[in-house]
Nanobody, 120 residues
Framework: QVQVVESGGGLVQPGGSLRLSCTASGNIDSIFAMGWYRQASGEQRELVAQ???????KFGDFVKGRFAISRDDDEKTVHLQMNNLIPDDSAVYYC??????????????WGKGSPVTVSS
């Protein structure tokens, strides 16, 4: 079993920054992708940022250069640095890891979510 745990959410003023972290642990053969989605109240879940072993980094259109995603050398921890936050960035941010013995056998594991509120 694979566990995914997020940390770093909270309340921030507009224009501020937050750094979210996410660590995958447990019975992991290989991790093929890690990243973040977010879901605001009443909205669909949307991609924020993703790092993959088989493709270039991906970001949601709304990011517009404000966010950066990075990965530790152990490749089991990713960080999402969010700058110049706006109220529309308020949402629950979910981390996921796609892991398995092979890419074809891999599946996604999700964290429980980390709330982010951007408000003055």
């Amino acid at each position: 079993q694979v566990q995914v745990v997020e940390s770093g959410g909270g309340l921030v003023q507009p224009g501020g920054s937050l750094r979210l972290s996410c660590t995958a642990s447990g019975n992991i053969d290989s991790i093929f992708a890690m990243g973040w989605y977010r879901q605001a109240s009443g909205e669909q879940r949307e991609l924020v940022a993703q790092l993959s072993s088989v493709s270039a980094p991906k970001f949601g259109d709304f990011v517009k250069g404000r966010f950066a995603i990075s990965r530790d050398d152990d490749e089991k921890t990713v960080h999402l640095q969010m700058n110049n936050l706006i109220p529309d960035d308020s949402a629950v941010y979910y981390c996921y890891a796609r892991a398995g013995a092979s890419a074809r056998e891999s599946r996604e594991y999700w964290g429980k979510g980390s709330p982010v509120t951007v408000s003055s």
